[in-house]
């Protein structure tokens, strides 16, 4: 049986620790939650930026200027599906091309102001529905939550990227850029369906 935590592996016959189901069965609920939270989103904002752009928008702005092909390795992401959500973007104003001063046969992507204003505007929407989220929450316990969360992201991005070697090789061209990371993960064929479930959130 195939779990639901993105590994891709099957579950262990033997019984798992009570402690570490604790956490798997949390951190499952916590990606469910997220996929409902997404699809209300989705159906409820017509004329928005969907997720899969604003990780766009917030890659070039970290790293740009940048070329498609860059901005596609930073999110991890195919070319040509990163070529018409960029066309988008671009059409609606939110990112420009400019020449490439290097080759002037390329171009590179730029976020415009208006982009700016989009990113900052999830920046604030973000942090009002978070601060309601924990508003119960003291200081301490949303700091020691937050350096828990951290270590466990840190050591579930490293261990999925392990297990996934055995039945998956490195993408050619994956580029090293951080701020894409958690971007678009429905077009990787070489993971399984039950991988990806477990690095959309």
């Known amino acids: 049986m195939v779990d639901d935590s993105g590994s891709g592996r099957e579950e262990p ?10 956490v798997a069965h949390a951190v499952v609920e916590l990606l469910r939650t997220v996929r409902r939270s997404k699809a209300r989103l989705l159906a409820s904002a017509s004329q928005d ?32 599906t990163v070529s018409r959500q960029v066309a988008s973007l671009v059409g609606r104003g939110l990112l420009e091309r400019r020449a490439d001063p290097v080759d002037g046969r390329a171009s590179l992507l730029v976020v415009t102001a208006a982009g700016q204003a989009v990113i900052a505007e999830h920046e604030r929407a973000r942090a009002a529905f978070f601060a309601e989220v924990v508003s119960d929450w003291t200081a301490e316990e949303c700091s020691r939550f937050a350096r828990q969360l951290e270590r ?50």
């Open 13 to 22: 016959a033997a019984e798992a620790d009570p402690a570490v189901a604790s």
């Open 49 to 80: 930026v969907d997720s899969a752009t604003q990780i766009l928008l917030r890659t070039a702005a970290a790293e740009g200027p940048l070329r498609a092909s860059a901005l596609a390795a930073c999110v991890q992401s195919d070319l040509s």
């Open 152 to 201: 466990f992201t840190a050591a579930y991005d490293t261990t999925h990227a392990h297990w996934l070697t055995d039945t998956a090789p490195p993408r050619a061209g994956s580029g090293n850029c951080d701020a894409g990371h958690g971007g678009d993960d429905s077009n990787d064929g070489n993971k399984s369906n039950e991988a990806k479930e477990g690095t959309s959130a």
